[in-house]
């Protein structure tokens, strides 16, 4: 924390602090509800030597988690530890388990539909569903230069706009000359 930023702040020194301190007590927040679940009691002098501080900084902070429920635990004085209560998940908390896990099945399987399946062919962004095929390998025969710049198969036709918007307002014979060689048997 010695950057050239802190030069900027009036009171760089007590904002540091402060900043430390933040950083400490959220720190502690975070580690106890990632191991609440993890263990079965945690000691307060362990936590107060961990995260640097003060033994009533720590005890404030842990109340005011339990009061608002968002740590299952309960605080025993007499042993100066924190003891974590289990808590099985509610009827609807492992419906919506269920439901996350099949949609995120669904959106697996969505994703593998419209991935390429061999080649390259597929959908490749808005308007390139045959965006990587190469020569001799598309319907016309030959190389589509309309394709290599990234557009659709059927060239710029998008809007009903027969004209190249890469261009600006001139016409683009590459589409006159493709729908030629598809009339052909």
């Known amino acids: 924390m010695n950057a ?15 900043v430390v301190k933040r950083i400490q007590e ?21 936590l107060v030597e961990t995260f640097e501080l003060p033994t009533q900084k720590v005890y404030a902070i842990i109340s005011k988690m339990i009061i608002q429920e968002e740590l299952s635990a309960t605080l025993d004085e007499p042993t100066n530890c924190l003891i974590m209560h289990r808590i099985e998940p509610s009827r609807l908390q ?18 593998q539909i419209i991935e390429p399946r061999g080649g390259g062919r597929g959908y490749a962004g808005t308007g390139n569903w045959y965006a990587q095929r190469r020569g001799g390998d598309d319907r016309t025969g030959g190389t589509d230069n309309n394709r290599q710049r990234g557009g659709n198969y059927q060239g710029d036709r998008r809007g009903g706009n027969r004209f190249d918007q890469n261009r600006g307002n001139t016409w683009n014979p590459n589409n006159q000359r493709r729908r030629e060689q598809r009339v052909r048997p």
Do not use: P
């Open 4 to 18: 050239k930023v802190w030069n900027l702040f009036r009171n760089a020194d007590t904002v540091k602090e402060m």
């Open 26 to 46: 959220e720190s502690l927040r975070t580690y106890l509800l990632m191991y609440s679940t993890v263990y079965i009691t945690v000691s307060l002098s362990n």
């Open 94 to 111: 492992v419906a919506a388990l269920t439901l996350t896990e099949k949609l995120a099945q669904l959106t697996e399987n969505n994703e």
